[in-house]
């Protein structure tokens, strides 16, 4: 099976229509070569990222890096 069909299967198992599936990996395809260039990554590690993200945002959960920035000195009465 190749990159595109097993994203794509991935897709789905999270929830996704066939033709969101197949858009989302095209998309995570894309992003991870993106990532490669900007980060200097492997393919493999900027894949596994975009995964995690992925999943975790299926989930509810919000990665430290995209939560808004504490407050400080911010005093609730």
């Not at 097993?6 to 995570?28: F, I, K, N, V, W």
């Not at 900007?38 to 890096?65: C, H």
Request: proline content about 5%; aromatic content about 2%; charged content about 35%.
């Amino acid at each position: 099976m190749d990159e595109l069909a097993s994203l794509t299967g991935l897709c789905r198992r999270l929830g996704a229509s066939p033709d969101q599936a197949e858009a989302m990996a095209r998309q995570l395809i894309k992003r991870a070569d993106q990532l490669v260039q900007e980060r200097g990554q492997t393919r493999e590690e900027a894949l596994s990222y975009l995964l995690r993200l992925v999943v975790g945002g299926r989930r509810g959960e919000v990665p430290a890096e995209f939560r808004p920035p504490e407050k400080s000195g911010d005093k609730s009465e």
